[in-house]
């Protein structure tokens, strides 16, 4: 068939549009396509706005390439209250003249039933918005959706958004496409999406966003400062304190943040229905499968900041790795960065852990699993410091067999360290509940951590509460242990009278204690102090008397052998020194004491200094410092690095003090 293309002229010219040709024309009217609708549905900003220029410059970023034509698509992901929407609403605000075509906004949540969204629904009342009549069959509204974003110039903002494929199906033609989310979304990388965490406030910028509300003559700014902290820098816990100082203009911050230094206090706030920060997670926390819940009931239950796997299984979590993968999901639990290669560890969030305490107040067995989660740590002290010091004096019965042990004495010493916040909130709460035989055991069990890597705060908080503890255990022998170690704290921070003061209360124990080794660690201790207070001959006696209180224990032996070799040093007997520096290395090397094989070097260094055998002495002091960074042993590898400048200034060697000075910088860093 052959075709005709119809053309309209006038003149020899062609015309396109409307043509009106009649001998005369009486009235004419040409009704003009009305222009599209100009939607502006995402809503202002509630007031003061601060510190988010990195996401405000990620969003400038994709509106320029939306403006080169392109598609952008930004997804923040945070946990609830942390001012996800009120950054797009802010931006929105700002930014509006450069979508020429309107900004549109959906809550998803809104549409969720049943775990699914009603996208459909959803795109339908985009279409009207956008002048476009909704197809009738469902399937169609993503492909109208698409045509109408066609060559326009949109802001799009999806909330509450869940999954990466509710995300996918809703991605216009052109634009720019903002979502907020809850959980991380980070599949949406491989579409394009530019996928950001949104953080908290730092506590500068959170002080100015109260004091954009309260004004500059309310709470210095120390107060402001420390108010952000404990709200955890997220915008809906500040709105929330913020509320209580402008409807009570006389209300002091300082009042507020005494009120919120308690843990109840924090919680009524968290509750009060005039917010919405405890319901924004009610609405996470109905959501969670049943092992994610028992997860999120240790989160509230555990005295430390953090959970881990294992402590999750040892509680009776069932699936720990995959509940903590979905709380993770949902920003309640983060990844913790520390130094222990061999377990992960997750921390909630101040606010979460303050929610989750709420949902465990009323919990029928809320102390059988604080108990367990007590015994747990006991337990695995107890494995760890078997593991880094053999068959040390110990009063407790040996635990933890049944847990996850250690590959090395480092593992167990790196993974103690890791968990030491831990360790004291969980001493602490277990002094709280009354659980005395449980709070010296633990102590005992730190003593090693504490000693090598001078957690003095720690230690001299944790062994206060264990010799209290002793004390109400009525174990004499525990209460000379705790005082002992606490004395070496002391000791060890030149604090020599107070040193003295616990000695003095554990020797009135003494004539009720019938093992002898424990009362050998106060000869030992009060040796110590007997070496600091330059009375090397005393030294030499306590020592003495130390080492006959652990015959027939190797390793006490070896340890007062050490203690004895340095008095005799001090005292001017290097050869003496020596010769029971030999037996005690024999000792050893026989027992396997690898602990001490470490520590023995460093004495056998000084002796040889003491003779003028510096070559020696720098060979052991380096011998020392090997094994000793092998160990993770960072205190005594100090000691041989110090030992090791003296050495190389004597010798004039500046290569060898300069190495040992940056070593120690390092180490002190």
């Not at 009549?133 to 066609?150: L, Y």
Request: proline share 4%; aromatic share 6%.
């Amino acid at each position: 068939m052959e075709r005709h293309e119809v053309v309209n002229t006038v003149s020899d010219v062609t015309v396109g549009g409307n043509l009106v040709q009649a001998g005369t024309i009486g009235s004419l009217h040409i009704h003009e396509r009305e222009a599209p609708p100009r939607p502006h549905q995402i809503r202002l900003p509630h007031g003061p706005f601060v510190n988010r220029e990195p996401e405000i410059a990620a969003l400038t970023a994709a509106l320029r390439r939306v403006e080169a034509g392109g598609l952008g698509v930004v997804v923040f992901t945070g946990l609830g209250g942390v001012g996800k929407t009120e950054l797009i609403a802010k931006f929105a605000e700002e930014h509006r003249e450069h979508f020429p075509d309107g900004d549109l906004y959906a809550d998803l949540r809104a549409y969720r039933h049943q775990g699914g969204v009603d996208l459909p629904a959803l795109l339908a009342g985009f279409l009207r918005a956008l002048g476009t009549e909704p197809p009738a069959v469902e399937a169609e509204r993503f492909t109208a959706f698409r045509t109408a974003t066609a060559g326009r110039r949109c802001l799009f903002f999806l909330d509450n958004v869940e999954h990466a494929a509710e995300v996918r199906a809703l991605v216009p033609s052109g634009g720019l496409l903002v979502v907020a989310s809850r959980r991380r979304l980070p599949a949406l990388r491989t579409d394009g999406a530019e996928v950001r965490r949104l953080g908290p406030l730092s506590a500068a910028a959170g002080a100015e966003l109260v004091r954009g509300w309260v004004g500059s003559g309310r709470g210095t700014d120390g107060e402001l400062a420390e108010l952000v902290e404990l709200c955890g820098g997220l915008p809906l816990a500040l709105n929330a304190v913020g509320s209580q100082l402008l409807d009570r203009d006389s209300l002091p911050v300082g009042r507020v943040l005494a009120e919120l230094h308690d843990r109840e206090g924090r919680l009524a706030v968290l509750e009060d229905e005039e917010n919405d920060l405890g319901a924004t997670y009610d609405l996470v926390y109905e959501r969670l499968t049943p092992a994610a819940r028992a997860l999120y009931h240790l989160i509230g239950v555990q005295p430390g900041p953090f959970v881990s796997a294992a402590l999750a299984r040892a509680v009776g979590v069932e699936r720990a790795e995959r509940a903590i993968r979905e709380l993770r999901d949902v920003h309640l639990l983060d990844e913790v960065v520390d130094d222990d290669p061999a377990e992960d560890r997750f921390r909630a969030h101040d606010v979460v852990r303050l929610h989750a305490y709420g949902r465990t107040r009323d919990l029928p067995d809320r102390d059988g699993l604080l108990a367990a989660v007590v015994a747990y740590y006991r337990a695995r002290a107890s494995l760890a410091d078997r593991t880094m010091a053999g068959k040390r004096l110990r009063l407790q019965d040996p635990s933890g067999d049944d847990l996850p042990g250690f590959a090395s004495e480092t593992a167990a010493l790196e993974w103690l360290y890791a968990e030491r916040a831990n360790y004291r909130a969980v001493v602490e709460a277990a002094a709280e509940q009354g659980w005395h035989g449980e709070v010296w055991r633990l102590c005992e069990s730190l003593w090693l951590l504490y000693h090598d890597r001078r957690l003095y705060q720690d230690w001299i908080a944790t062994h206060r509460l264990g010799v209290e503890s002793a004390q109400w255990d009525n174990q004499p022998a525990a209460v000379v242990r705790m005082r002992n170690q606490l004395a070496r704290a002391h000791l060890d921070r030149k604090e020599y009278q107070l040193a003295a003061g616990q000695l003095a209360l554990a020797t009135e124990q003494v004539p009720l204690v019938a093992d002898r080794q424990v009362v050998g660690v106060l000869y030992e201790t009060d040796g110590l102090l007997c070496l600091a207070d330059g009375r090397p001959g005393d030294a030499v006696e306590r020592f003495t008397l130390a080492l006959a209180e652990n015959l027939g224990d190797d390793h006490g032996e070896i340890v007062q052998s050490y203690n004895l070799a340095q008095a005799l040093i001090a005292d001017g007997r290097p050869e003496e020194a020596l010769t029971v520096l030999a037996g005690a290395t024999a000792q050893a090397e026989a027992g396997r004491d690898n602990d001490m094989l470490m520590k023995l070097p460093l004495v056998r260094a000084r002796a040889h200094r003491a003779l003028g055998q510096l070559a020696l002495a720098v060979a052991q002091a380096r011998d020392c410092a090997r094994q000793a960074r092998e160990r993770s042993q960072y205190a005594k590898e100090a000691q041989a690095h110090g030992l090791l400048v003296s050495l190389a200034e004597e010798l004039a060697d500046e290569e060898l003090a300069e190495r040992s000075r940056e070593r120690l910088r390092e180490l002190r860093g």
